[in-house]
């Protein structure tokens, strides 16, 4: 029995099926001589490129679900979502805004607490400081500058917490210094 394989015509790009075993066939569409390996090849190509365009697709609406999700406080289901996009698009900056927006509001949730179960300012900072560098930063290193300035705005309330716990003061020259530092 003959196997036949998908193929394109390079002339007139017609969905063709053609033997493998043979070198050249005739487009039954447009009449031109086509040589197999050139119509698989290109069959192939056209498919590859749709992959792509797919994974785009599922990144931005995994994206908008994920928001979605998180927009009315279910920040477990959006974590996921968030998560799962990072799989397929390791620099997605705002999933990894996402994520840190979630880890923080369930943690929030929980009362910053240990995994003894213990809370105080300082757990919290040190908490809050995980997330920043888990996070945040990252989120930050891949953003556009648009994202980047409005995700360093976010944390300076953040920082300044951690350093107010840390130091028992607060030092804008030296959060400038650290915000300069974490951007590079
Ligand atoms: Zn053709």
Known sequence: MIKLEPAKCPSCGANLEVNKELS????????????????IQKYKIEISGKIEI??????NS?????????SVGKYDD????????LKIAPTNAEAWWGIYMCENAIANYYG??????DTSKEIKA???????????????????DELKEKYK???IE?????????TGFFNKKTLKELLFKKKK
Do not use: P
């Open 62 to 70: 995994q994206l908008i679900r994920a928001n979605q999700f998180f």
């Open 126 to 144: 040190n908490i809050l400081e995980n997330l920043l560098n888990n996070y945040a930063y990252k989120a930050i290193e891949y953003a556009n």
């Open 153 to 155: 705005n976010n944390i």
């Open 24 to 39: 050249e066939t005739i487009c039954q569409y447009c009449g031109t001589t086509v040589l197999i390996q050139d119509a």
């Open 158 to 166: 953040t920082e300044e917490y951690i350093q107010k716990v840390r």
């Open 54 to 59: 797919d994974g785009v697709a599922t990144e």
């Open 78 to 85: 959006a974590n996921k979502l968030y998560k799962n996009i």
């Open 112 to 117: 910053y607490r240990n995994n003894l179960g």
